[in-house]
Every structure is written in structure tokens, then in C-alpha cells.
């Protein structure tokens, strides 16, 4: 069974930092994409950033590029989302995707990953 464990939210001050880890198993981590989504209370879901595993090419949302920072660990199956210069509208419940790619990953940020885990809070105070 895909399993995925996010973890590394918390309350943080407007200008700090967080990381985000996603533990992930039961799936070749080369053929997938991993991603992070975020959804605020009253938003839509907001796909963050997201990796393929096969040749780490990545994507960002436009109200993320330059403050955050996707990376994996393929020895550990394990992706990062390190978080710098957090902003109160960052306050979501985070969590961690999976799924074979189809297309651009743009799009796998649009329409989603097959398998999502449960969330992690942030909270970014101002």
C-alpha cells in the first residue's frame, strides 16, 4: 500500500522558517511525482510544489517561488519542502501527494496525485 507521513508543521512567526518531510512507501519512488498541497480554511486546495523522482525536475506555485525549496532523498524515500520568509496568508494545513506522472507537473498541481496523506498544520503568525 502507498503510504505517505507528513510531518514539520508548527506555529512559526511571520519572516521564520519550517520543514516539511514526507515520509513515503509501497511505491518506486523513481516513477513517481511527489507534491505538496495546502489548504486554508474558506480556500481551495492549493497545489505548493511538487518533484519528479525520476529526474527531480520540480514546480512551484507562483506564491511560493523563491521562499520555498522542494528536494528528495531517494536512499530514504523521503521529499522536503523547506519553507523560509513565511507569510501569514502560508497558514494551511499542508500535506504530501503521490502518483504516476501523466503530464507536466504543472498539471499534476492542478488536477492532483493518486494518493494523498494526512496533513501537517501551519501556522504562520503575524
Given at each position: 500500500?502507498?503510504?505517505?507521513?507528513?510531518?514539520?508543521?508548527?506555529?512559526?512567526?511571520?519572516?521564520?522558517?519550517?520543514?516539511?518531510?514526507?515520509?513515503?512507501?509501497?511505491?518506486?519512488?523513481?516513477?513517481?511525482?511527489?507534491?505538496?498541497?495546502r489548504?486554508?480554511?474558506?480556500?481551495?486546495?492549493?497545489?505548493?510544489?511538487?518533484?519528479?523522482g525520476?529526474?527531480?525536475?520540480?514546480?512551484?506555485?507562483?506564491?511560493?517561488?523563491?521562499?520555498?525549496?522542494?528536494?528528495?532523498?531517494?536512499a530514504e524515500?523521503?521529499?522536503?519542502?523547506?519553507?523560509?520568509?513565511?507569510?501569514?496568508e502560508?497558514?494551511?494545513?499542508?500535506?504530501?501527494?503521490?502518483?504516476p506522472?501523466?503530464?507536466?507537473?504543472n498539471?499534476h498541481?492542478?488536477?492532483?496525485?493518486?494518493?494523498?496523506?494526512?496533513?501537517t498544520?501551519?501556522?504562520?503568525?503575524?
Amino acid at each position: 500500500d502507498v503510504q505517505l507521513q507528513a510531518s514539520g508543521g508548527g506555529l512559526v512567526q511571520a519572516g521564520g522558517s519550517l520543514r516539511l518531510s514526507c515520509a513515503t512507501s509501497g511505491f518506486i519512488f523513481e516513477d513517481y511525482v511527489i507534491g505538496w498541497f495546502r489548504r486554508a480554511p474558506g480556500k481551495e486546495r492549493e497545489g505548493v510544489s511538487c518533484i519528479s523522482g525520476k529526474d527531480g525536475d520540480t514546480y512551484y506555485a507562483d506564491s511560493v517561488k523563491g521562499r520555498f525549496t522542494i528536494s528528495s532523498d531517494s536512499a530514504e524515500d523521503t521529499v522536503y519542502l523547506q519553507m523560509n520568509s513565511l507569510k501569514p496568508e502560508d497558514t494551511a494545513v499542508y500535506y504530501c501527494a503521490a502518483g504516476p506522472r501523466h503530464y507536466g507537473l504543472n498539471l499534476h498541481m492542478t488536477y492532483g496525485l493518486n494518493y494523498r496523506g494526512k496533513g501537517t498544520q501551519v501556522t504562520v503568525s503575524s
